[in-house]
């Protein structure tokens, strides 16, 4: 039986690949759904338009589809490069020629299948991401449990010396090293407790201890460029409900990249504010009554608009040996405790970052 004209064209208009049936003198007799969709034009446009006008530059292009035409023969995997009209964009496309053979045995026409292969380009590039990510995960859960065992090993041998120590300074050192060690400790066991959701281990928590620890492991760096710290804290800060681990790790990592962004002799302001006075917040009218706020400030290179836009974007580094998860951390860790951190960064003259906490009385 034969089928319906309705049926042929059905198929034609519903082929993923874009389909171009072309006569002997090269003009474009019809086209289809995907046709339209890879040159970005109508049908009624591109219908007795010249094949070249769709593939410029490429006369060993054309000839191969003329050939196909006299010589009746296919070709496969043709590399062409598309023209998209509407902007003159231009796209790598992988084409198939074929001669079309009417009724009475004479070939006027041929077919061309044409696929976008920027498209594919991108399909495949997402899907190594996602290779990627997943391989890193079990990456992750390994080094988790092979972190934790040298870790033990650390925190008792600091132990064993802290006993020895008389001298006050060093004493703290020691001290710190244990602290961090078991800071470590409880980050590892969380990356392995990852699938299970997170615990909210909030305290009353003072924002100062937690800037002057960070701030002592970040002295030496800034120190070794001739710059330091200012600390300008506000006496009448209230504590905030927060896991004082995590935020240790989100101002970390803020502080580490004012430090690492600080030219030399640059000093890196740090500055707290408790805005219960009511001048104060007209003043900051998008806040909440009652927060409390850090600021930032160095005296680096800022940020261009391009890194603005990207800045919380994981993996986004303009450092050599960067990892781009800082900032995407502290967000995180912001957000967690209710907070909001805007950035403001001029070029050449350098950033200001300010975190928000809402306190709760
Ligand atoms: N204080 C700052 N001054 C200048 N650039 C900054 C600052 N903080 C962040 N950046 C920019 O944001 C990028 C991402 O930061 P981050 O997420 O901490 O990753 P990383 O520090 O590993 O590069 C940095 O590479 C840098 O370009
Ligand atoms: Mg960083």
Redesign the pocket.
Known sequence: MEEPESFYQNIFASLADGVLIVSADLKIVKVNQAAEEIFQHSRSSLEGEHLSKLFPDQPNLLEKVVQSITAETSYHHVEGIGCRKSNNSRFLSNLTFSPLIKSHNKTTTAVILIQDTNFLKELQETSQQSDHLSTLSVLATGMAHEIRNPLSGIRGSAQLLLKDLKNFDQREYMEIVIEEVDRIDRLVKKMMDLTRPALKDFKQTNIHQVLEEILILEKETLERKGGAFIQTYDPSLPTIEANKDELKQAFL??I???V??SPKGGQVHILTLYNNDYAFRKKQDTLSPNSIIVK?I?S????TDA?IKK??TPF????KR???????V?LKIIENHQGKIKIV?KEKI??V?QVFFPVNK
């Open positions: 990592n803020l580490k990249n004012a690492e962004a930032i160095d680096g290179p800022g940020m890194t800045l919380f986004f580094t303009t450092k960067g990892t781009g998860l800082g900032m995407a502290s960064s350098g950033t970052v």
